[in-house]
């Protein structure tokens, strides 16, 4: 019996640490697509105020990569968001165009950003990468046609570390309810348990009680109790009948 | 009394665990909605007040264009748009500098004239790019930023997020969670049964047949002892009484013998009366020595195969939900075959492999033996899981999944030749549950959690997890016997013979059921299952642990609804109707997709498909041996069930083909539906066929 409370406390833990481990990787995760979406929902916003000044300046007859005015838009954009490290304009072949940065004018944007923004067509992309993260949208004219996409770059380092501080709340609640949520299943597993053992403890009384009749009435109580019943006298209508025996036996001797 | 108590016992044992699971799962959601709030509330702020500049910036340009600031017009239908554009923002006011409203998109939260008035956020009025912080004023966080043309103060912006936000991402958690719940419970039962169940079961079994040779009047002593038991004290007390009554008989017989051995004349009168009461009670009672009892250590060897088989599956099943969706993201385009059909190639492919690897692996498991045949077959599929997650393309998928299905088929093959050779011939059918309930616990699990780890962690860590369930798997095989148990009443595995396959396919009796119910009933199963319903589901915008729960409710349906089934499967009529009514039932669950394409219809289809095929499944082969009396005395059962599950699983691979031919042809929809009409006649024509043929024992006549 030892060896299997010693069976039941581990199956407490292990289902425990499952189900707590899982829900807990579960909130972790969820809060990290929201948080993800939030940034880049937020960026997003900048952006579109980008894309009117384009669409704009498109409508008026400009060409894409001849827009004088948009570095100035650009700057005075990312000053509207302190989380907005830069903002590029690059056509679909990843050549860039226009960005707040000056130095970055003469590098290809990230591959990455690329093949984010082609695989998300007419939505919103996100690109979570150590030095070039960065949110974005995609530019269209006036023919539904993409002619390029805007770049919203931000410091992921800040993003991430919000995502470490929730992760080891996450991660230290997790282990709390774990502990608990372990200690008392394996509780409620040896309560029943202890149930089992009672019914044994019944039919052990049972049998150890002198007579048949008495111990007939105590096996009924337990879930034994039918099959205890035809034991109990089977046994114990062989044992008299080898005791009469005996003594017809001994008697005869005794004459 | 062993099983029901049993039962009885492991329900309890999983309520509890069920309910405190549930408890610790709330408490989670709780604690993690708090964490959430202090989160993401900023960062919702941070969002809103993005928002905000934009229509702060275009009120700045309608004053610098010469319109004043309480000469605004078209305001609220502004504001109007941007609640659609932006759901979360509940509420958008403009305040003078007073703090009393002029514009408002809803009516305004409780407190919120209070709070528009107060004048710590009147003071934002000379802080002209400064946005206060996040302030709760009735069910929203408000946030409040100035708007100030040049030197002069206009007024306030006012963004509102009703507070619920954080309520609806815990929600979104909600299914889930709910699927954790389910798992668990399953792992539950598993672990139970693996820790603690094998032991208990073969206690209280020990526990029953001491009751029984109480009962019955068996006193003779066994010759080896019970070994550790649950029940010790109680079986050692009844022994005991079984031992005394045993000596008591012994000591009694050789008295009498004893006074046997004197002369006659010298003999008791009463001697002869107890030497016939002894007669007597012998006739009525068995005493002496007995034979040891085998069947205990048996099934704790028998229970031993279904942790390792659990985890096999498990490894497999976990791939169930994103394979088709990981298939898509490596297609490379290869000359004169479509997407379609090379996004259905590596289920097909494996289905094939374990189709036609099956019958070869059980006879090179009787050589090598089960251990052995499973250690392999677990670290061929360990490694092409390793393989799978690592792929470039579809093309090299093709060859680890390859390998999956050459571990599947080996492990599946000899966890059913260990459970043939452990089990008790009487138990057999008893023995055939535990593997089939290994099964069913692993489909159940496999991919619901597959799902939700593909969404989170990405597909390729999926796969490496599958790999470390599989690799996990040989750790629990080693620990299995190695060589197998005497086969008692049991023929060695033989291939199926060329002409008698061609004799099977030619009986009309015996495709009556292969070919018209289990082959149609693969199909659907594969075809829309495995290979549409998570390419379709994704394709509808939901996600692959959406895919995930609907396969899992395909599983749960089985796991309730097959043994009631079972259990009705009671003569050859109601075995027919079962498998006809099945048949109708799960093909009207592809045809239900004619009602509507969202995923709830798919969740409907899925029901039905289940309880269908939980309908049909039990009796189709109980039906071969029905139909196929006069063919299982000529051939052996080994062949003509060899045979059924050769083409049975030939249905399986021919599934997903068949299916991406048809969105090939007609789309994800119609598919469905064509796939379910097919299969709803083929039981209509099985209901027909059934009627008009003879019964098999005329047949065999």
Redesign the interface.
């Known amino acids: 019996?030892e060896?299997?409370k010693r069976?039941?406390v581990?199956?407490?833990v292990?289902?425990?640490g499952?189900?707590?481990g899982?829900?807990?990787?579960?909130?972790y995760?969820?809060?990290r697509s929201?948080?993800n979406r939030?940034?880049t929902?937020?960026?997003v916003?900048?952006g579109?105020?980008v894309e009117n000044t384009i669409q704009n300046a498109l409508e008026l007859g400009l060409q894409f990569s001849d827009m004088t005015t948009l570095p100035t838009t650009l700057d005075r954009e990312r000053a509207?968001?302190d989380?907005i490290q830069g903002i590029d304009v690059f056509d679909t072949e990843g050549s860039l165009l226009y960005s707040t940065d000056h130095l970055r004018a003469s590098r290809p944007v990230p591959a990455a950003w690329l093949a984010a923004a082609r695989r998300a067509g007419n939505d919103n992309w996100f690109v979570d990468d150590d030095n070039d993260a960065a949110a974005g949208i995609s530019l269209k004219n006036n023919f539904n046609l993409t002619i390029g996409y805007i770049a919203l770059r931000f410091s992921a380092d800040s993003v991430r570390a919000?995502a470490r501080?929730?992760a080891q709340?996450?991660a230290l609640?997790?282990a709390g309810?774990?502990v608990?949520?372990a200690a008392?299943?394996a509780l409620?597993?040896l309560?029943?348990?202890r149930?089992?053992n009672t019914d044994?403890s019944a039919?052990?009384q049972a049998?150890?009680a002198g007579d048949s009749a008495r111990a007939a009435t105590l096996a009924a109580r337990g879930?034994?109790g039918?099959?205890?019943r035809?034991?109990v006298?089977?046994?114990r209508a062989?044992?008299t009948?080898?005791?009469?025996?005996?003594g017809?036996?001994q008697?005869?001797?005794q004459? | 009394m062993n099983q029901s108590y049993l039962r009885g016992i492991y329900l309890r044992l999983a309520g509890a665990v069920t309910l405190v699971v549930m408890l610790a799962l709330a408490a989670n959601a709780l604690v993690s909605h708090r964490i959430f709030e202090t989160a993401l509330a900023p960062q919702m702020a941070a969002k809103v007040a993005s928002v905000g500049a934009g229509i702060r910036a275009l009120v700045l340009r309608a004053v610098d264009a010469g319109i004043p600031f309480d000469g605004l017009y078209g305001v609220t239908d502004r504001f109007v748009e941007i609640k659609d554009e932006v759901p979360e923002v509940a509420y958008i006011a403009i305040t003078d500098t007073a703090g009393n409203v002029m514009h408002r998109s809803a009516s305004d939260p409780e407190g919120a004239l209070a709070h528009f008035r107060s004048p710590d956020v009147l003071a934002l009025l000379k802080t002209p790019q400064a946005v206060a912080p996040l302030a709760r004023v009735g069910g929203e966080y408000l946030v409040s930023m100035p708007i100030v043309a040049g030197e002069q103060a206009l007024g306030m912006l006012h963004l509102g997020v009703d507070v619920r936000f954080v309520d609806n991402i815990v929600l979104d958690m909600l299914y889930d969670v709910v699927v954790v719940l389910v798992v668990a419970l399953f792992f539950t039962l598993e672990l139970l049964h693996f820790l603690a169940g094998a032991k208990m079961e073969a206690s209280l079994r020990g526990l029953g047949e001491t009751f029984e040779r109480g009962a019955s009047g068996n006193f003779a002593t066994p010759r080896s002892g019970h070994g550790e038991q649950a029940f010790g004290a109680l079986v050692k007390l009844m022994d005991g009484t079984l031992a005394r009554i045993n000596a008591a008989y012994a000591a009694l017989s050789r008295d009498v013998e004893d006074g046997r051995r004197v002369p006659a004349h010298e003999r008791h009168p009463g001697l002869a009366a107890a030497q016939g009461g002894l007669q007597a009670l012998a006739a009525r009672f068995k005493f002496g020595a007995g034979a040891p009892s085998t069947s205990q250590a048996d099934d704790g060897q028998l229970a031993k195969v279904r942790a390792p088989l659990f985890m096999f599956i498990l490894a497999e099943e976990l791939t169930r939900s994103f394979l088709p969706g990981y298939v898509k993201e490596l297609l490379v385009p290869v000359p004169g075959v479509s997407p379609q059909l090379l996004l259905g190639l590596p289920i097909a492919l494996f289905m094939l492999i374990v189709a036609i690897g099956q019958p070869f692996f059980g006879v090179y498991c009787e050589r090598v033996g089960h251990r052995k045949t499973m250690l392999v077959g677990a670290a061929v599929a360990t490694l092409g899981f390793i393989a799978s997650a690592l792929a470039h393309s579809v093309l090299d998928l093709l060859l680890w999944r390859s390998l999956c299905a050459l571990g599947y088929a080996m492990v599946f093959v000899a966890g059913q030749a260990y459970v043939l050779d452990f089990a008790n011939p009487g138990s057999r059918a008893r023995s055939f549950a535990l593997f089939v309930g290994a099964i069913m616990a692993a489909t159940v699990c496999g991919p619901s959690i597959g799902g939700i780890l593909a969404d989170n962690i990405g597909v390729r860590p999926s796969f490496a997890i599958a790999a470390l369930l599989a690799a996990g798997s040989i750790l629990v095989i080693r620990g299995l016997p190695g060589k197998s148990a005497a086969v008692s009443g049991r023929t060695a595995t033989r291939l199926p013979r060329m002409a008698e396959i061609g004799a099977l396919l030619l009986n009309r009796r015996f495709m009556t059921v292969t070919g018209l119910a289990a082959m149609p009933a693969k199909m659907l199963l594969t075809g829309v299952c495995f290979y549409l319903i998570p390419l379709y589901v994704v394709s509808e915008g939901s996600t692959q642990a959406m895919a995930g729960r609907i396969l899992m409710t395909y599983a749960v349906m089985m796991v309730v609804m097959a043994p009631v089934t079972a259990s009705l499967a009671t003569t050859r009529e109601r075995m027919h109707g079962l498998v006809g009514g099945g048949l109708v039932l799960s093909g009207l669950g592809g045809v239900l997709m004619l009602a509507g394409g969202a995923v709830g219809w798919v969740f409907l289809a899925v029901v039905l498909v289940g309880l269908g095929q939980s309908l049909s499944i039990s009796a189709q082969s109980a039906l071969i041996g029905e139909h196929c009396e006069a063919e299982v005395a000529q051939l052996g059962d080994g062949v003509v069930y060899g045979v059924y599950r050769l083409l049975e699983r030939l249905g399986n691979a021919m599934g997903p083909m068949i299916a991406a031919t048809l969105v090939l042809q007609v789309g994800y929809r119609t598919s469905f539906v064509v796939i379910g009409a097919a299969v709803a006649l083929c039981g209509v024509a099985f209901m027909l066929a059934v009627r008009r043929q003879p019964r098999a024992a005329l047949a065999a006549a």
């Open positions: 019996m060896s299997t069976n039941l581990a199956v407490a292990v289902v425990s499952f189900a707590v899982m829900a807990g990787l579960l909130n995760f969820k809060y929201t948080a939030l940034v929902e937020r960026l916003v900048t579109k105020s509207t968001d989380l919000d501080q929730v709340e996450l609640a997790a309810i774990f608990l949520s008392l299943s409620a597993l309560a029943v348990m149930r089992l044994v039919a052990e049998l150890r879930p034994f039918p099959a205890l035809r034991f006298e089977t046994t062989a044992e009948e080898i005791a009469e025996l005996r017809r036996l008697r005869g001797v004459s």
